[in-house]
C-alpha cells in the first residue's frame, strides 16, 4: 500500500500560489489560478495524490494560508 496521500480542499483555494512555489514538482496552479495537484484524481472537487515519499508536499502544505493542503501517513493527518 503506497503510504502516503496528499489532498488539496479546491474550494478552500485562494489561487496565492504559496504550494507551487514551495513545491512545483507536485502542485501548479490551473488555468482558474486554483492550485491542481499534477498526476492526480479529482474526487468531489479535491485532488487526491498518492506518493510513496511525501517530499515537498510538507512544506506546501505548512505554507498554505488557509490550510487546504492536507498530507496523510497510513491514513494519519501529518501535516
Ligand atoms: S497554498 Fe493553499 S491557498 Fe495558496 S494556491 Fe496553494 S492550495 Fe491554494
Redesign the pocket.
Known amino acids: 500500500m503506497v503510504p502516503y496521500k496528499v489532498v488539496?480542499e479546491?474550494d478552500?483555494?485562494?489561487?496565492?500560489?504559496?504550494?507551487?512555489d514551495e513545491c512545483p514538482e507536485l502542485?501548479q496552479?490551473d488555468e482558474g489560478g486554483?492550485?491542481h495537484l499534477k498526476n492526480s484524481a479529482r474526487v468531489n472537487n479535491n485532488d487526491e495524490l498518492y506518493l510513496e515519499d511525501p517530499d515537498c508536499s510538507l512544506d506546501?502544505a505548512l505554507?498554505?494560508?488557509?490550510v487546504?493542503?492536507h498530507v496523510y501517513e497510513d491514513g494519519e493527518e501529518i501535516s
Open positions: 488539496i479546491r478552500e483555494c485562494t489561487s496565492c500560489g504559496n504550494c507551487e502542485f496552479l486554483i492550485a506546501a505554507n498554505c494560508p488557509v487546504c493542503i
